[in-house]
């Protein structure tokens, strides 16, 4: 049985049971943490718009992605480069040049919730159907 956890006994608590259950889904801190980081990264619209490109147009390199957001193409490589340290975005290469895609996880579900708001409806050329959700 749940209850008030005991460093919190002398607070005034209205419902004890709701308390309990709010404390249960906040116990693992480094996740909740995790989570609130992909947030703030995911909170930037030039990040954002990366990832957004990356997510519905396949891997692009950096020069790719610069013209596909209206970015410089450091600003490009630096936003990547936070995006990697956050493990957003993973990076393969391909000859001579790197190409990046988004990678799984959190960031990825959180995307997919983006997209059903953000990204515009139309047939994408590397996925050769519709690809943007459902109005």
């Known amino acids: 049985m749940?209850?008030?956890?005991?460093?919190l006994s002398g607070a005034r608590v209205i419902d004890p049971d709701q308390v309990c259950d709010a404390v249960a889904v906040l116990s693992d801190v480094d996740k909740v943490a995790?989570?609130?980081?992909?947030?703030d990264v995911l909170g930037e619209a030039n990040r954002l718009s990366i990832l957004l490109s990356l997510q519905h147009a396949g891997d692009l390199c950096v020069s790719d992605l610069a013209v596909a957001v209206g970015m410089s193409?450091?600003?490009v490589s630096h936003a990547l480069r936070l995006l990697r340290a956050h493990g957003m975005?993973?990076?393969h290469r391909?000859?001579?040049?790197?190409?990046?895609?988004?990678?799984?996880g959190l960031g990825q579900r959180?995307?997919?919730v983006v997209s059903a708001?953000?990204?515009?409806?139309?047939?994408?050329?590397?996925?050769g159907h519709d690809d943007a959700p459902d109005a």
């Open 110 to 112: 959180l995307l997919e």
């Open 89 to 91: 975005v993973t990076a």
């Open 34 to 39: 995790h989570a609130a980081t992909i947030l």
């Open 73 to 75: 193409d450091s600003a």
């Open 2 to 7: 749940h209850k008030v956890p005991e460093a």
């Open 94 to 104: 391909e000859g001579r040049l790197v190409r990046y895609r988004v990678a799984g």
């Open 117 to 127: 708001e953000a990204v515009s409806a139309g047939s994408l050329h590397v996925h």
